[in-house]
């Protein structure tokens, strides 16, 4: 529903189908080719090409409905006694028979910086999601979830993985300009600049920087020296206003898109509003690139190097403890501190400290990158919450702990999509 119709394109043959539904990189050549791959039912082939997109495929009695890594394409289920239902859409499920909110999911959510603490829950009762990394399959004997992305990747050297990231985000920059003759990005940190500069390589991009002098940041200083450097990007500053704020019309509900769950940019909406606005007045654009959370990507996350400790790398956690300390006018001491706790436990460990705070009394307030690193940092919301959810919470955190089966090595890659004002690592591949 809602899709345009070059965003919904199959192929098919007798037994074998196999559906895609969004930006995909992939040609009805090469969709047709991978009917034999959905024949040999090797699902994660599927993922392989360019893009954001959800994938369907059929082989005989078997059905894989597989989302993408970086959560633009959830997938949600519910089994009943007559079958699986399954969608996109966690409140489409629960509005089947009314299945009420999930307040210890809702909880996790909004108090830890990791996503998957609690895996297959959503924030509907009744309703399940398929966890990062994983798909749906459904044969005759019921409905499962298989993972079909690693737990850990292996290691590459900086020389070997720049190009691939190159390659990787400029294929699917490419992809999502195809057929596309007006260009609009934002320009403002590493994320938005990156794809701005590899879209004007195609040709001409409107740029737009969000300049307000109450932000105190740097990105339109950045903005004008990288305008100046590709004459193919048309800059404009877009001025602040009074309404254009965090938080700003918040008091109305109604003016905000529904979602399956909270979500963060929506403190940013006024802001988001005027810079959109400003692309539209000038009728530039049919596609508009931007940054959010991209950091994620294209930097480390603090984490790894608790992970430097735990693999006994001292001398090289010192060399970039200085790094870090001289970006955070802080002492490569305290940087090493921060970095420490983290690298004497493993995940299920860490949801069990964090369990164990939860239990306590509210931490003092301090800025969440003053405390020290965590495989699944708590937020200040999580401060804020009552005793009766925070308890929940962590009773939820023991029996994950619990459950766990497979743990990643590196607390550096298990942060998943990244949220605003949080220290997360993106996963290995890129839409």
């Known amino acids: 529903m809602g899709w345009a119709t070059g965003q919904v394109r199959s192929a098919g ?117 398929v966890p990062t990394g994983h798909l749906l399959l459904i044969t005759p004997d019921g409905a499962n979830t298989i993972r079909y992305e690693p737990v850990d990747y292996q290691p590459i050297s900086l020389p070997d993985a720049a190009p691939r990231v190159r390659a990787a985000l400029s294929e699917a920059v490419d992809t999502r300009l195809d057929g596309m003759r007006a260009v609009s990005a934002d320009l403002a940190g590493l994320d938005s600049t990156t794809l ?58 109604s003016s905000l898109p529904l979602t399956d769950t909270p979500n963060a940019y929506a403190v940013t909406a006024g802001i988001k509003r005027a810079v959109l606005g400003a692309v539209a007045e000038r009728r530039s654009a049919t596609v508009h690139f931007t940054g959010a959370a991209g950091d994620a990507v294209l930097s480390a996350p603090s984490s790894y190097l608790s992970d430097l400790l735990r693999d006994r790398r001292y001398r090289r956690a010192v060399a970039h403890a200085h790094a870090h300390a001289r970006l955070r006018h802080v002492s490569p001491l305290s940087v090493l501190r921060r970095a420490r706790p983290a690298s004497r436990v493993g995940l299920a460990g860490a949801w069990l400290q964090a369990a164990t705070e939860l239990r306590d009394t509210p931490r003092a307030w301090m800025p969440q990158a003053e ?38 090595r590196a607390a550096g890659g298990v942060d998943g999509p990244a949220r605003p004002g949080t220290a997360g690592s993106g996963y290995g591949r890129f839409a």
């Open 13 to 129: 043959s007798g037994p074998l189908a196999l559906a895609v539904i969004g930006d995909c990189g992939a040609d009805d050549q090469q969709l047709h080719q991978a009917l034999t791959t959905v024949r040999a039912r090797n699902w994660a082939a599927l993922t392989r090409w360019p893009g954001s997109y959800l994938t369907i495929a059929r082989s005989g009695e078997s059905l894989a409905v597989i989302g993408d890594l970086a959560c633009q394409h959830c997938v949600y289920l519910r089994s009943e006694g007559t079958g699986t239902w399954w969608s996109t859409s966690a409140g489409a499920l629960a509005a089947l028979d009314g299945a009420p909110f999930d307040p210890t999911a809702l909880a996790a959510h909004l108090a830890l910086a990791q996503p998957d603490v609690l895996g297959h829950r959503s924030l509907f009762r009744a309703v399940s999601r």
């Open 196 to 253: 701005a500069c590899l879209a004007a390589r195609r040709g001409p991009v409107t740029a737009v920087t969000f300049a307000d002098a109450r932000l105190r940041d740097d990105d339109l200083s950045y903005a004008v020296r990288t305008a100046a450097a590709v004459p193919e990007l048309t800059h404009h500053a877009v001025p602040g206003r009074a309404e254009t704020v965090y938080y700003s019309g918040l008091d109305d509900l």
């Open 371 to 408: 405390r020290p690193v965590a495989w699944a940092p708590l937020l200040a919301t999580a401060d804020w919450m009552s005793r009766e959810v925070r308890h929940q919470l962590a009773e939820a955190l023991d029996i994950a702990a619990g459950e766990l089966l497979e743990e990643p």
